[in-house]
């Protein structure tokens, strides 16, 4: 399989008819967002598959510029896999800020499947450590990665938008239904169920956002609450977002546990989820007196 490192390599010698040169890991080419009389772009792969580009040409010309030219998207930069396996544990990228070994990453895409940003999952939680991280992706760093989604002033840098969105547009698309948790985890836990189509926000609960009800409209969704205050606030505020523009809607809580992860973990099937609250039921269109 063609790796992206290997991808670009073959782009930049086919848009500037000069074969890049260098190491197995680190190459010179031809910038082709500007004329470059000499090599004056560095490409590079991380340990991760990630592909760093940097233009040292006259322009400076930025990451974006260099894959506009070479007619790829920015998500070409990255492996594919949308989740990436936990690495052996002499991986050097296993690491995250808070010390601990990095077992998860879940990708936050776009509608055409660009990555946005990520959370990663570390092996430890408790004592400090929330167990999660934010990250966005940035090809100027050595991990192609940083650990924030905000920027140097303060803001949010990144579009912010519902876990496997390109999954949950084409669910809303074919009527079949959303399921919404709480966090990543057990939205993988749901998507592990055949014909399941589970998303969730990034940053737990209370970090829903209010436009995100763009994606839902007509969409029939079911909330699986944790089993908690904090649950249940996240899932009224879901509620309050999604009211106005789903055909139905339910809230559910674990039968087992305190989450949709515990509830499946149990023995627990998608059928036998809790329904604790029914907003907005769904109704058979034409029916009545």
Known sequence: MSTPYARILQALYARTGHAPRGSATQKSARCPAHEDRHPSLSVGVTSTGVVVITCHGGPRCPTED?????????????????????????????????????????????????????????????????????????????????????????????????????????????????????????????????????????????????????????????????????????AQAIVATLMPVTRSLYVLQARHGKDACDHLTAGGTIGDFIEVWAPKPYTLQGTGG
């Open 66 to 234: 260099v894959m506009r030219a070479l007619g790829l998207p920015m998500s070409a930069l990255w492996p594919g896999s949308p989740h990436t396996p936990p690495p052996r544990r002499d991986h050097p990228d296993r690491w995250m800020p808070c010390g601990h070994d990095r077992v998860a990453d879940y990708l936050y895409q776009d509608e055409q499947g660009t990555v946005l940003y990520g959370v990663a999952r570390c092996d430890r939680k408790g004592n400090g450590c929330q167990g999660f991280r934010q990250w966005r992706p940035d090809p100027t760093r050595r991990s192609g990665r940083r650990w924030s989604l905000s920027g140097a002033d303060g803001t949010m840098a990144v579009r912010l938008v519902p876990y496997r969105l390109p999954e949950v547009i084409t669910a809303v698309r074919e009527s079949r239904v959303v399921m919404i948790t709480e966090g990543e985890k057990d939205a993988e836990a749901l998507r592990a169920r055949p014909g399941i189509t589970a998303t969730c926000n990034a940053m737990g609960a209370g970090k829903w956002q209010p436009d995100f009800a763009r994606y839902f409209h007509g969409a029939d969704v079911s909330i699986i609450a944790d089993r908690d205050q904090a649950g249940r606030d996240h």
